[in-house]
C-alpha cells in the first residue's frame, strides 16, 4: 500500500527543518519526500507531519498492577497521543529481571499494543541493589537498557561491577540521580513553600550529589550511562563537565518539569505529586534551556498510573507519579508556544535522540526509514478532562487545563492506530 502525505508542515528533527512538503509511505517505510504524488493522498492541511513521539521509562502495570494500566490501554493511550514507540521500564510486581519476565511482556505487548514496544530490564535482581541480573541473557531477551529505576543502588561497589560487566557488553545503564538517605520521605522539594505547607522536603543538592557519584563510576568504568529525569539546575554543570570530559554520558528530563513547578502542588493536590518533586521556576526555565542547548538529550513522560485509592491520601502519603501517554503532545506544546524552544528541538529530545540512545530506527523523516508518524495541530485548543484518558488511571496534573496541540493521526509502519 502506498499514501501520499501533501500539503504538511513537515518537522524534521535531524535537519532542524520545518517546511510546507509532501511524504509518501510505501511497504512501511517512508519512500520519499516532496516527490510526485502515489497512492491513497492524505491532504493534511497544512498541518504538522513529524516522526512519531519515542517515549522513554513508560510504567505499564502489567505483570502485578494491572488494575492502574495494561498493554491494552497503554498502547491505545500511546497511539492517542502521536507515541509510535513506548519504551517500557522494569519496575513491575515482580521486576523485569529474568528473561521469562521479559518474553511475557513484550509477547503481551506484542499482541494487544498496536505501536512499536521495546522493554528496559532491572539492573539488579528484584531492583535490590545487591546482585547484578543476567545481562547477557536479558540483553539476548531483547532488553535494551538496565535500570532499577527510582531504587538507587547504594553500593558503589555492586554498582560499579554492574557498570563493568554493562561496558564488556556495550550495554546502556539508565540511572535515577538522587541521594537516597536525605530524599527518603520527601514529599516536595526544600524552600519556603514547603515550610509554609509543612510538608517533608528534598534538597535539590540531593540530585546534584546523586549524579556526581554516578559520574564518578562511569569514569572509572567507561560504561555508556544516562542519566533520566533530572530536574534541578544544580546538576546541569555536572553534566556538562562530564559531556566536556568525553564521558559517555546523556541525560534525561519529565515533561512535567518542563511546564510545572512546585507552587503548582497549590493546597495538597496529590496529582502534582511527583519523584523526583516539582522544582522552583528557575529550575523549570534551566532545565527548558538545557533541552534547547542539546545538554538534555532526551524529554520523556515518565508515565506512572497510580489508582484513585492511592492518590486519595494526604498528600505525604499519597504515591507519585502522574500518567503521560496522551499528554505528552499539549505538554511540550506549552514550552514552544512560551517561545524558548521550536518544533524541531523539542522533536529531537522526544523522537530522534531516544531512537539514537537506544538503536532504534525511528525518529526521522528520511527515505527508508520507518513510516512511524504523528500528524497534529500545534495550536488546536481543548481543556484536559481525565476522564477521557485512555489509561486506567487518571492521574494528570492537567485536568481541566486549558491546553494547545491536538493529534489527528497516528501511524505505525504506515499503517493507521489512531484517526482523531
Given amino acids: 500500500m502506498t499514501t501520499t502525505f501533501t500539503n504538511a508542515r513537515l518537522i524534521n528533527p535531524e535537519t532542524g527543518e520545518d517546511a510546507l512538503g509532501s511524504l509518501t509511505v510505501e511497504d512501511g517505510v517512508i519512500k520519499s519526500i516532496n516527490k510526485k504524488p502515489k497512492g491513497e493522498v492524505i491532504d493534511c492541511g497544512g498541518k504538522c507531519l513529524a516522526p512519531g513521539l519515542i517515549d522513554m521509562g513508560v510504567k505499564i502495570g502489567e505483570p502485578g498492577e494491572r488494575h492502574k494500566e495494561s498493554f491494552r490501554t497503554a498502547g491505545a493511550a500511546a497511539a492517542a497521543g502521536g507515541v509510535t514507540t513506548m519504551v517500557i521500564r522494569p519496575d513491575t510486581t515482580p521486576a523485569v529481571d529474568t528473561p521469562e519476565t521479559l518474553a511475557f511482556a513484550t509477547r503481551r505487548a506484542a499482541e494487544v499494543a498496536p505501536v512499536n514496544v521495546v522493554a528496559l530490564a532491572a539492573l539488579t535482581k528484584e531492583r535490590a541493589g545487591r546482585e547484578m541480573v543476567e545481562m ?22 555492586v554498582y560499579s561491577r554492574a557498570m563493568t560487566y554493562a561496558k564488556s557488553l556495550g550495554a546502556l545503564i539508565i540511572g535515577h540521580p538522587q541521594e537516597p538517605t536525605l530524599s527518603k520521605g520527601a514529599a516536595v522539594t526544600s524552600g519556603k513553600f514547603a515550610s509554609l505547607r509543612g510538608l517533608p522536603a528534598v534538597s535539590p543538592m540531593a540530585e546534584r550529589m546523586g549524579l556526581e557519584r554516578d559520574l564518578a563510576l562511569v569514569e572509572m568504568t567507561g560504561v555508556r550511562y544516562h542519566a ?62 538545557a533541552v534547547a542547548s542539546g545538554l538534555i538529550d532526551v524529554v520523556s513522560s515518565f508515565h506512572t498510573p497510580q489508582d484513585e485509592e492511592s492518590k486519595r491520601l494526604p498528600f505525604e502519603e499519597a504515591a507519585s507519579g502522574a500518567v503521560g501517554l496522551e499528554t505528552l503532545l499539549p505538554a511540550a506544546m506549552r514550552v514552544v508556544h512560551s517561545g524558548l524552544i521550536d518544533l524541531p528541538t523539542i522533536w529531537r529530545a522526544m523522537s530522534l535522540n531516544p531512537a539514537k540512545l537506544l538503536g532504534l530506527p525511528g525518529g526521522r523523516l528520511d527515505e527508508g526509514a520507518p513510516a512511524d508518524l504523528v500528524l497534529f495541530d500545534p495550536d488546536a485548543p481543548f481543556v484536559l478532562d481525565r476522564s477521557k484518558l485512555r489509561s486506567k488511571s487518571k492521574n494528570t496534573p492537567f485536568d481541566g487545563a486549558r491546553m494547545e496541540g491536538r493529534v489527528i493521526g497516528t501511524w505505525v509502519a504506515g499503517e493507521s492506530v489512531f484517526d482523531g
Avoid at 535494551?144 to 543502588?153: K, L, R, S
Fill in 136 to 157: 547477557g541473557f536479558m540483553l539476548d531477551a531483547g532488553a535494551v537498557a538496565f535500570t532499577d529505576c527510582d531504587h538507587v543502588v547504594t553500593d558503589p561497589k
Fill in 228 to 289: 533520566d529525569s533530572l530536574s534541578t539546575a544544580k546538576t546541569l554543570p555536572a553534566l556538562n563537565r562530564a559531556k566536556e570530559a568525553g564521558l559517555n554520558v546523556t541525560a534525561g528530563v519529565n515533561i512535567h518539569h518542563l511546564c510545572l513547578n512546585e507552587l503548582d502542588v497549590g493546597d495538597y493536590r496529590t496529582f502534582f505529586k511527583l519523584k523526583p518533586p516539582l522544582r522552583a521556576e528557575e529550575d523549570r526555565l534551566a532545565m527548558i534551556e
